[in-house]
């Protein structure tokens, strides 16, 4: 069965790093595109970066574009989001997601898996 594993969150210092990891398995990836997105207490859940797995193509929220990238290794199956400059406003649960649907690749709903999230907590 298909599983999306997130790892590396935890609790930073505002101008401080972190480096997310989502491991895949149980189907290939070559056709989705893999999506980090976000969720805050009382907010909606938030797109944050999408990366297509073939092209290695990525597309980032205004939010983040300059401060986090996504990335993928293809021979470990896995999909980080590396996070620099982190501000408290960066605090939320991050879920990994896969999405055939181009085009809405932005729309949480579009996502067919997900993992079970991280948390991030930036500290002022």
């Known amino acids: 069965q298909v599983q999306l594993v997130e790892s590396g969150g935890g609790l930073v210092q505002a101008g401080g790093s972190l480096r997310l990891s989502c491991a895949a398995s149980?189907?290939?990836?070559?056709?989705?595109?893999m999506g980090w997105f976000r969720k805050a207490p009382g907010t909606e859940r938030e797109f944050v970066a999408t990366?297509?797995?073939?092209?290695?193509?990525?597309y980032y929220a205004d939010s983040v574009k300059g401060r986090f990238t996504i990335s993928r290794d293809n021979a470990k199956n896995t999909v980080y989001l590396e996070m620099n400059s982190l501000k408290p406003e960066d605090t939320a649960v991050y879920y990994c997601?896969?999405?055939?649907?181009?085009?809405?690749?932005?729309?949480?709903?579009?996502?067919?898996?997900w993992g079970q999230g991280t948390q991030v907590t930036v500290s002022s």
């Open positions: 990366i297509r797995w073939s092209t290695g193509n990525t």
């Open positions: 997601g896969a999405t055939r649907s181009v085009g809405l690749i932005r729309l949480g709903r579009a996502y067919d898996y």
């Open positions: 149980g189907r290939t990836f070559s056709s989705y595109y």
